[in-house]
Structure formats: C-alpha cells, structure tokens
C-alpha cells in the first residue's frame, strides 16, 4: 500500500489542493491535525481522507511521531510524506515513488531536509521513530537511516533558494536578550517555510549566545548575529533588516524570543501582504477578551496610554496593539522607511509606525493570543511612557511636516496648530484667573474663565477637527 501523509494546522485554504493532488499516486491519504481551530479536519474527511487528530498542538516532530507509528499500523509499504500549507507540490509525489521504487530505502528532497518531505519504503518506516517538535525534525530523520540506502532527488526549489511560503522568501528576526530558558522552545516552533531566522544576541549576559551558536550549527536556516555592546530590541531588529535586505528576502517578519508570540500564526501575518492587501501586519493580542485577560492589569494599562498617543503620532487610527513586537513587512515598504535610524530601543515600534504613515503604506492588526508565563518583562512602564512620550511628539511633528507639507500639504496642519495654541492658552488663561481669584483677591474669576474656556474649547473643537482629518487620510491609503 502506498500511503501519502501530511501534517496539518490551520490549513483550510490549502488542504483540499494538497489532498486531491495526492490522489492520484497514493492508495491512502492520510492527514495527521495538530490541533487545529479552523475547517481542515472536515475538508479533508470531505475529500476522503483519513484523518488523526491531535487534542493539542504538539508541533510538528510531534505529527511526525505520528504519521510514522500510523504507517505502520495500516502496514503501509511506502510512504510519502508532504507538507499541508502549499510549498510543496503533490506532482513531486511521482518523481520520489519512481526514486524509490528503484531500490531507496529514503529519497529526501535536497530542499527538504529540514521537514519530513520525502518517501520511505517499508525498511525505513520500521526503523524511523521521529522525536522533538520542531526544526529538527529533518535532522531526526537522517539520523536514523544509517546503514539504508538514501537517495536525493532535486525539488521544486533549488537548495540555494531556500524555503518559500507562497512563492516568497521569508525571514523571521528574533531580537534576544538573556532568554536562555526560552529561545530554544521560540527557535524551534518557527515553520518550516521561513528561508532565514536571524537571531539578534544583544549582548546577553547569560547562555543566550551560545545557545543560539549551537542551533546554527545543527539547522543551515539560523543566521546568529551578536551585537556588543547591548544597543537595545531596535537596534537588533535594524541588524536583522539589514541582513534580511542583502538576502534578498521578499517579507520579514519579527517576533520576540521569550515564547510569547506563537509562531504558528506567521501564516496569519504573511497572507495579507502577499495578497497584495497591505504592507506592514501588525500582531493584535487585544482583539478579545480571552486574549486580554492573559495579560497583567497593569501592561495592559500601561499600553492603553501607549496605545491613544501612538494613534495620534502615527496617523493609523485602527490600529490597536502598538507595542507587540509580532509584525510582518514586505520587502519594498522597508526599502522605503529608512530603516537604520530607527529608534534603538523599545520606541522603535512607535517609531516604525509613523515613518510607514509617512510613506501612505496600509497595514492589518492580526488577531492572536499572547502568551505570558516564565518570561520576565524588562518595560518599566512609569519611566518608559514619559521616554516614549517624548519620542512620539517629535515623531508626530516629524509626520505632519513630512506628509502634510513637504510630499503633500493639507490644511490638517493648520487646525493642529491653532488648535494647540488655543489650548494652551485656555488652560494657561485657566491657571492664571485661579490665581487672580484666590490668592490676589480680584473679582475677575467669571470674566476671564470664561474667556479661557472657550478658548480651551475652540482649541480642543481644532484639535478634534485635525484628528477627523487625519483619520480620513488613513482611510485613502
């Protein structure tokens, strides 16, 4: 019996392709879900497949464990396996049988030997027992085949290219600071369709690096880079732009390295810019309330505030998690931002906001859970709203000078500053009438308050008018 099997999670839009291709060539089809929220199980049962379903998510070694132990329960004599998301073609399934049948005990794609992508004859499926959950699943896999004759055949992506989600080459940039009880669990959940995973050491002071080293040295896909002096999370995400744009990646993604961000909803974040629907995605962890109620009182108090005063700076009036690090950019929007003279410290993301305002680049908030457990967050949200602060006033200024009157001009600015001045003055006014009536006696609390409320409410009715404006504009884009 021939049997074709792939993992799956959260493979709606690419199943029923994946399936109906591997028809053709397989007398069974297997699908092995790995915990997944959305429509793949009933899809593939629909198209007649048989179906594994884990209650949880355990990675993708863990679906391995798997497919192999049910190849051996159907006595399966070969087995193909492929990937569920699309970068692999089902027409390679008859080039790897014809391989093998030619006498392989293992034919494993130069490509793809970071994956399970391959065909196995009946020796090897006894033999293989894959373990982990992640990246190593290629490198499980070989070990184990000592003494079988192992066959490569070319794919449909050469070895030099790498992995594509798509047809894009992607990169994922993990900025790092002392996360040595977590960068190995973040390393090994990235997907196997990411091309480069640049690893930003920022000068840790605990095992973090060489943690880091050792993974490269097993998976061709880590790139580490070590930045000495510790410079902060922007300047580690510059450092991985910048190699990312030499690689000639199309869609770089970030996520931080202390387990938070599921890599698992990458996916999620690359879709829209390859649809062309937007440029920039940025991760959402307020989108519900389940989401919500995983994060501290004070974080998520502390990024409301954030939240308000980067709307106003950035110009992006929908969006709704500024501060989450979990973000995708396409290759031609970060050619445009200027990139390497981003704020070097946890401001970049504020930062990165506005200069891509700047530039009339759309982006999407995508919803995902975050999860909070054995990190440390190194945000001291007191000194680092007034820090931040600072930095979203210039950057605002900077926006409306650059958008609104350099690249174009709209009358927009005109309101923010006779709005502010009338402000101002109203409350200013407002002190000053306080003063006049309770510590210099004089009866002239009605005339001049009144005189600076409404102009404190004609500065504030200005004001209100920009932000109309300005959120118009973000409707353009």
């Known amino acids: 019996m021939t049997l074709v099997a792939m993992p799956a999670y959260n493979e709606e839009k690419y199943i029923a392709k994946t399936v109906l291709g591997a028809r053709k060539y397989a007398d069974r089809v297997l699908v092995v879900d790995d915990g997944s929220t959305d429509d793949t199980v009933p899809i593939a049962e629909a198209l007649g497949a048989l179906v594994v379903q884990h209650e949880t998510n355990r990675g993708y070694g863990g679906a391995l464990q798997t497919i192999f132990a049910t190849a051996r329960e ?126 930003v050491n920022d000068a840790s002071t605990d095992m973090t690096g060489a943690i880091i080293d050792n993974y490269a040295h097993y998976n061709a896909r880590v790139v580490p880079v070590h930045q000495n002096p510790n410079q902060g999370p922007g300047a580690a995400v510059i450092s991985g732009y910048s190699r990312a744009l030499s690689d000639g990646i199309d869609i770089v993604a970030t996520m931080d390295g202390d387990g938070q961000m599921d890599p698992q909803y990458l996916s999620k974040f ?33 990024n409301a505030i954030l939240t308000f005063l980067t709307k106003i700076a950035s110009g992006y009036w929908s969006m709704m998690d500024p501060q989450n690090g979990y973000t995708a950019i396409s290759r031609r929007a970060l050619k445009r931002i200027e990139f390497k003279d981003m704020y070097p410290r946890y401001g970049y993301l504020n930062d990165r906001l506005v200069r891509l305002n700047i530039h009339g680049f759309r982006i999407k908030n995508i919803a995902h859970p975050a999860k909070y457990g054995n990190e440390t967050s190194t945000i001291k949200y ?33 309101f923010y500053l006779f709005g502010s001045i009338l402000a101002l003055i109203g409350i200013v006014g407002g002190a000053i009438a306080l003063w006049e009536k309770f510590v210099m006696g004089y009866s002239v609390l009605f005339v001049h308050g009144t005189l600076s409320m409404l102009a404190f409410m004609l500065g504030i009715m200005f004001l209100s008018f920009a932000m109309l404006f300005d959120m118009q504009q973000e409707v353009g884009i």
């Open 74 to 199: 159907l006595g399966a004599q070969e087995l193909v396996i492929i990937d569920s998301d699309g970068q692999h073609n089902p027409e390679d399934i008859k080039r790897l049988l014809s391989e093998l049948r030619e006498g392989n005990d293992v034919v494993i794609p130069v490509a793809g030997t970071q994956s399970g992508f391959g065909a196995y004859g009946q020796r090897a499926i006894e033999a293989i027992r894959p373990g982990g959950n992640g990246v190593y699943a290629g490198a499980d896999i070989l070990a184990q085949v000592h003494g079988m004759k192992v066959a490569g055949i070319p794919s449909g992506t050469a070895a030099t290219d790498g992995a594509r989600y798509r047809g894009k080459r992607i990169a994922v940039v993990i900025p790092a600071y002392n996360e040595e009880k977590l960068i190995q669990g973040t390393l090994d959940g990235i997907p196997d369709f990411v091309t480069r995973i640049y690893v």
């Open 270 to 302: 690359l879709d829209p810019i390859v649809d062309g629907k937007c440029d920039f995605t940025l991760g959402n962890r307020l989108a519900s309330s389940e989401y919500r109620g995983r994060m501290s009182k004070w974080r998520f108090f502390g």
């Open 382 to 414: 007191g000194r680092y709203i007034v820090r931040v602060s600072n930095l979203l006033l210039r950057t605002f200024l900077r926006r409306l000078k650059m958008k609104y009157v350099i690249l174009s001009f709209h009358p927009l600015v005109f």
